[in-house]
């Protein structure tokens, strides 16, 4: 006698092939699976810095097994070098965003502003990039990667300003961001603009003569010695 069975419920009768489908185990991601492990490494470098990246604590924002962080990444180096790029790829998005606006700095820099307003209010960025020059003042292998912003930055400006100029602002901009880091509220846009527009049009100072040796000084007296002088002095006030 066949026995028919229900389409609704093959899938829970054993040895069907509805069953056999639904019971086989979906197949592992393993990019998707080292993605994860990336996002959740560079968020803890951006919330607390380097120094709080462990496997375990990787694992634990990830919501992976402990095992996976070294499987996908052969060290905790490799693995933090590995989300401070993902930090400076992302840093390096929001200043694309400035570059088409850069020539125009000296004389209108409201869409510069704009941009930058926006920068030092996402709070994400602003640490992930204290995080980064952080990482490059103690470990000399992430200097380059740390500088690569500040790098393209003046590399963007230096035509439209000047190379001290550019060098200039590249500098402030650091200590804006620490500043943001530092307080519940970035500086003002009306201070980023009015410091902004006064580097840009820094003028172009030519290059200084290199000073000149002083000659020697001739026929100078010596110094008295000031304490031998006062304990004469000492020593006659003492005399009846």
């Given at each position: 006698?066949?026995?028919?069975?229900?389409?609704?419920?093959?899938?829970?009768?054993?040895?069907?092939?509805?069953?056999?489908?639904?019971?086989?185990?979906?197949?592992?991601?393993?990019?998707?699976?080292?993605?994860?492990?990336?996002?959740?490494?560079?968020?803890?470098?951006?919330?607390?810095?380097v120094?709080?990246?462990?496997?375990?604590?990787?694992?634990?924002?990830?919501g992976?097994?402990?095992?996976?962080t070294?499987?996908?990444?052969?060290?905790?180096?490799?693995?933090?070098?590995?989300?401070?790029?993902?930090?400076?790829?992302?840093?390096?998005?929001?200043?694309?965003?400035?570059?088409?606006?850069?020539?125009?700095?000296?004389?209108?820099?409201?869409?510069?502003?704009?941009?930058?307003?926006?920068?030092?209010?996402?709070?994400?960025?602003?640490l992930?990039?204290?995080?980064?020059?952080?990482?490059?003042?103690?470990?000399?292998?992430?200097?380059?990667?740390?500088?690569?912003?500040?790098?393209?930055?003046?590399?963007?400006?230096?035509?439209?300003?000047?190379?001290?100029?550019?060098?200039?602002?590249?500098?402030?901009?650091?200590?804006?961001?620490?500043?943001?880091?530092?307080?519940?509220?970035?500086?003002?846009?009306?201070?980023?603009?009015?410091?902004?527009?006064?580097?840009?049009?820094?003028?172009?100072?030519?290059?200084?003569?290199?000073?000149?040796?002083?000659?020697?000084?001739?026929?100078?007296?010596?110094?008295?010695?000031l304490?031998?002088?006062?304990?004469?002095r000492?020593?006659?006030?003492?005399?009846?």
């Open positions: 006698m066949v026995t028919s069975v229900d389409p609704q419920t093959a899938s829970t009768v054993p040895g069907s092939s509805a069953h056999t489908a639904t019971a086989t185990p979906r197949r592992r991601d393993p990019e998707a699976r080292r993605r994860e492990i990336l996002a959740a490494a560079a968020e803890l470098a951006a919330e607390h810095g120094a709080a990246l462990t496997h375990r604590a990787i694992a634990a924002r990830a992976v097994p402990l095992g996976s070294t499987q996908h990444f052969a060290s905790i180096d490799e693995l933090r070098e590995a989300a401070l790029q993902q930090l400076a790829e992302e840093i390096d998005e929001s200043l694309a965003t400035i570059e088409p606006y850069v020539a125009e700095i000296a004389h209108d820099p409201t869409r510069v502003i704009d941009d930058v307003v926006t920068f030092l209010h996402d709070r994400r960025t602003v992930s990039d204290i995080a980064l020059m952080t990482s490059g003042t103690t470990d000399p292998r992430l200097r380059a990667l740390a500088l690569r912003w500040n790098d393209r930055l003046i590399d963007m400006l230096t035509g439209p300003v000047g190379a001290e100029a550019a060098l200039a602002i590249s500098v402030y901009l650091d200590g804006a961001t620490i500043h943001a880091g530092l307080h519940d509220e970035p500086l003002s846009r009306e201070h980023l603009t009015r410091v902004l527009l006064a580097l840009a049009r820094l003028p172009q100072v030519p290059d200084l003569p290199d000073r000149p040796e002083l000659p020697e000084r001739t026929g100078v007296r010596d110094r008295p010695d304490t031998e002088v006062s304990g004469q000492r020593t006659t006030d003492r005399t009846p």
